[in-house]
């Protein structure tokens, strides 16, 4: 058996638990979340008990030219399915808003496929992790793509979902229309397309080839939502289903950042036009701090709120990748994951109970569930990068290399400043946690799988900001 | 291992306060305060070995603890007494335990960590700790403008991190290390450095012109919290300052000298004349104790200037003088309030009448406050005074230094001038309204102030007790 099985592997989960859902009686299909948990979970194991096996490892020479088990990829696999995973939990607990909204009378006999299609994506975030020639890249970013553009329009008798969806396909399709044309540019300058093969070549700079990457980067600014793609953000996360806008902005963001190194990295080490490319990636770095920390500081609306928060960590993370600092984007992902997830359980609880996701939902938190009000509160300093926390590493690394490198000192005031800002806006949750009095006095009742994700994420964030080693291990010096 | 305990002790008691019962957090504060007395006792005295966990591998950074140097010595001992006076201070509204103590042992667990921390990195993240149980405290609990108040302090606070944060960086990318034991000079960048150390500190000490959060937030804050705050944690910048701004950019800080001394005299003169004008006590201590910042920032400016390791010491010993008036002074007007009702000072008057040990009190933290000899305030700014002047000869002629300690040494009777204005019209005179009916200080609330002021009055009779640590 080799590596790349797992991919079908995923595929074939996705499969048959479609066939099931087709012949499943209406009553149970939101079990289907579990069964693929579970699913997922074993792939997860089979992939890191295996890692180092040079057998299992081996790519087939028919395989070799798309596909990769080095470099980054295991991280990148292993994200997507933890990440995965932790959706299709978060979608259990979220069953009821979702049948509200896609069937007349309140039953999950609509909802099977909501529940297979983060495995297709899955598949697909998988692949493009192991992906090393353009075109693979792009077969499995619109695998990923096209997934979501039903996962996000899923709730189909809700106005906001199908405005979402709506703005994704179009946006989506244009950014792949940039793709494609970069792309074809690219190989057109350079008359391959393998990356393998590019990064042992003498590039010499043309205005072909920076169109071609300037087309590639701003498509890929799409996926990781970047100025100046970064407008369908705030509506989308806002109207998708709550756990689908968390795999937005954690699985999709960190696979536009897995294909960024990817591509990016053999022309980022070029001497001719590394620096072309380096300009372009602060500059729009710069733009996306300003852009998400300033929008987001007005913000009433939590979803939107986190929504331009991850607009303001694309900033950071697109600093790292400009000079070339992998390993921070690896640990910034990883520690990004624990509180994205963190901070969207908890919305998702407060949402299927109080039916809100505005800021003011959480009003008074502090006095309804004193326990699920301490866990907020450390995942908003954790993404505030108060020191202490899983956030602020990240954030240290990036601060770090960018004054190694030297950037230019603009961009390096800028980046201080939003990190500054992003104190303002996050405070803003934990002062309607503890100032403001509930609006009702209607206990939470926090369900099972809800409450162990939340200890367990809102402990990792705690570990490893004191203990920063402990996520090192996991993610490989 | 006893320098673990140290943060450890705090840490756990906070655990153990939030995930208990309410009517034992008052308790388990108590003993977590005065079990971290005795072990910051038995490190100091019987000397110990430091803590080592490395956290990191590259960059390396070590959650590395020790108290072998005697500024971090006079600091620790300075937290550990505040800690415990400020358990003991105000009037936890009811319900509100948790918060009250939680809060109260996460920003002394935060100024513990941050004095006795060897690394940059904790060293910063330690007393970025207190933020935000300082944000709920003064948003919540706070009084008047409290929700105004708790934004703006936050603000300057995250502002004055963050210019610190990236000037720590940069020290840090230059030396290769973030270990402060072996901090020395850097090559380049001097004066950027420094001046972000002067910014980021400065704002945490409330330097001028960044001072204005410091005085409405100790006024609008909860009694525990501003004792710890303007006792301890403010000097974190100056602690800062001393041991890593002038150790790593010794001729970045000489450069901003002349621009240092003009904000020290704006913070002695200029927030001391708008000391003199406010009309409420809280709002006159939280602004008089940004005043005396002057004079600290003054031996910062001598050791900068001259050099000496009289400086240092000046420095240090009015540190700690400081930090025990200002927070036994704010534990005194919260009882005033308590008693009372008011903080205004026009609404009060012949207080001493019915509550005599208050009056007496407030009338020795005021004194000492002042500067009056025999207590520990005196020695601190008299050897600060003594140390603009170290080295100097007459025929030098008066250089920038000696002229800024001589207009400087003007605080004093400025400090004279709103304390016992202000002490004169709360205490004596005739009982009015207010102060008809009021009891004296009970045993409960004596205790912290006594404690306090015993100190204040050995160091000042015997400031060697604290000198003899930073020899």
Request: include cysteine; glycine fraction near 8%; aromatic fraction near 12%.
């Amino acid at each position: 058996m080799n590596s790349y099985l797992l991919e079908f592997l995923v595929v074939a989960i996705g499969v048959i638990m479609l066939l099931w859902e087709a012949f499943a009686s209406p009553k149970n299909k939101s079990k289907l979340a579990l069964i693929g948990a579970g699913g997922l979970t074993i792939v997860l194991v089979i992939l890191i008990l295996a890692r180092n096996c040079e057998a299992w490892t081996a790519v087939p020479d028919w395989l070799s030219r798309f596909y990769t088990t080095g470099g980054y990829s295991l991280f990148f696999k292993s994200f997507a399915l933890i990440s995965t995973i932790l959706v299709l939990l978060m979608s259990y607990d979220f069953r009821s808003i979702l049948n509200k909204y896609t069937s007349t009378d309140n039953t999950d006999s609509n909802t099977g496929e909501f529940y297979t299609l983060p495995i297709f994506a899955c598949a697909g975030l998988m692949w493009m992790a192991s992906a090393t020639d353009l075109v693979s890249i792009f077969v499995s970013l619109e695998l990923v793509t096209i997934t979501f553009y039903v996962m996000v329009a899923y709730m189909r008798r809700n106005v906001g979902s199908l405005e979402a969806g709506v703005k994704y396909l179009i946006l989506g399709a244009l950014s792949t229309g940039f793709l494609v044309y970069g792309i074809a540019w690219l190989y057109g300058a350079i008359g391959t397309t393998d990356l393998a093969k590019i990064a042992t070549m003498e590039l010499t700079s043309s205005y072909p080839l920076l169109f071609g990457l300037s087309l590639i980067i701003i498509s890929l600014g799409f996926k990781v939502g970047a100025v100046p793609m970064q407008l369908w953000i705030p509506d989308v996360y806002q109207g998708a289903p709550t756990p689908i806008t968390a795999f937005l902005s954690i699985a999709s963001k960190a696979a536009g950042f897995g294909v960024a190194i990817v591509i990016l990295q053999p022309f980022l080490a070029s001497d001719s036009i590394g620096g072309n490319v380096q300009l372009i990636l602060y500059i729009m770095a710069a733009a996306t701090l300003l852009y998400g920390n300033l929008s987001a500081l007005a913000q009433t609306n939590f979803k939107r709120l986190l929504a331009y928060s991850s607009i303001a960590h694309a900033g950071f993370l697109l600093l790292a990748l400009s000079v070339s600092d992998f390993q921070t984007i690896k640990f910034y992902l990883a520690t990004y994951l624990i509180m994205t997830f963190a901070g969207f359980f908890i919305l998702n609880l407060i949402r299927v109970q109080d039916n809100s996701d505005e800021i003011d939902g959480f009003d008074g938190l502090g006095k309804r569930n004193p326990n699920l009000a301490l866990a907020l509160t450390i995942t908003m300093a954790a993404m505030a990068g108060v020191p202490l926390t899983a956030g602020f590493w990240g954030k240290l690394f990036v601060f770090k290399s960018i004054l190694t490198e030297p950037l230019p000192w603009p961009v390096i005031v800028i980046a201080f400043v939003a990190a500054a800002a992003g104190f303002y806006y996050y405070f803003k949750v934990i002062r309607a946690i503890y100032w403001h009095k509930p609006a009702n006095d209607k206990p939470l009742i926090i369900p099972c799988i809800s409450k162990y994700a939340i200890i367990i994420l809102t402990v990792a964030i705690v570990v490893i900001g004191v203990y920063p080693i402990a996520i090192e291990c996991l993610i490989g010096g | 291992m006893l320098t673990l305990a140290l943060i450890l002790i705090p840490l756990l008691a906070v655990a153990a306060i939030f995930f208990g019962d309410a009517a034992n957090a008052r308790k388990i504060a108590l003993i977590a305060a005065a079990a971290n007395i005795a072990v910051a006792i038995a490190a100091l005295s019987a000397g110990c070995s430091g803590f080592n966990l490395n956290v990191l591998s590259d960059p390396n950074i070590n959650l590395a603890l020790s108290v072998d140097s005697g500024i971090s010595m006079v600091m620790l001992l300075l937290s550990v007494i505040v800690t415990l006076a400020a358990v003991f201070s105000g009037s936890c509204p009811e319900g509100r335990e948790k918060l009250w103590f939680t809060s109260t042992l996460l920003i002394s667990a935060g100024a513990i960590g941050a004095f006795i921390s060897t690394d940059l990195f904790f060293f910063f993240a330690f007393h970025e700790l207190a933020l935000i149980p300082t944000f709920l405290m003064i948003g919540i609990l706070g009084r008047g403008d409290r929700k105004e108040v708790a934004w703006k302090t936050t603000i300057y606070l995250a502002f004055g991190s963050i210019v610190l944060l990236a000037g720590l960086l940069m020290i840090a990318d230059q030396l290769g290390s973030f270990d402060m034991t072996q901090l020395k000079p850097v090559e380049s960048h001097q004066n950027e450095i420094a001046l972000l150390l002067i910014i980021g500190f400065g704002t945490l000490v409330s330097l001028f012109p960044f001072h204005s959060w410091a005085a409405p937030a100790y006024a609008s804050a909860p009694a525990p919290v501003s004792m710890l705050h303007a006792g301890v944690l403010k000097k974190f910048g100056l602690y800062g300052l001393i041991v890593v701004g002038y150790e790593v950019v010794p001729d970045g800080m000489a450069h901003w000298l002349p621009l240092l001394l003009v904000l020290l005299l704006c913070n002695i003169i200029w927030v001391g004349l708008v000391t003199i004008n406010q009309k409420r006590l809280d709002l006159m201590l939280g602004n008089s104790s940004v005043m005396h910042m002057g004079y600290i920032f003054l031996a910062i400016a001598a050791l900068v200037d001259n050099g000496s390791s009289f400086a240092t010491q000046a420095a240090v010993l009015l540190m700690f003088a400081h930090g025990i008036s200002i927070a036994m002074s704010f534990c005194l007007a919260d009882r005033i309030e308590a008693k009372t009702g008011t903080l205004e000072i026009n609404q009060l008057g012949g207080l001493a009448k019915n509550a005599p040990s208050l009056a007496f009190l407030f009338g020795l933290v005021g004194m000492a406050s002042i500067g009056l000899p025999g207590l520990a305030n005196f020695a601190g700014e008299i050897m600060v005074f003594f140390s603009g002047f170290e080295g100097w000869e007459p025929a030098d002629g008066l250089g920038p230094l000696q002229i800024t300690t001589i207009i400087a040494i003007w605080g004093v009777v400025i400090s004279a001038v709103y304390m016992l204005r202000a002490f004169r019209n709360i205490f004596q005179g005739e009982t009015v309204n207010r102060t008809e009916k009021v009891n004296c200080l009970s045993r409960d609330e004596k205790i912290p102030a006594i404690l306090l002021g015993l100190i204040l009055l050995i160091v000042g009779i015997y400031p060697q007790a604290i000198l003899q640590f930073l020899n």
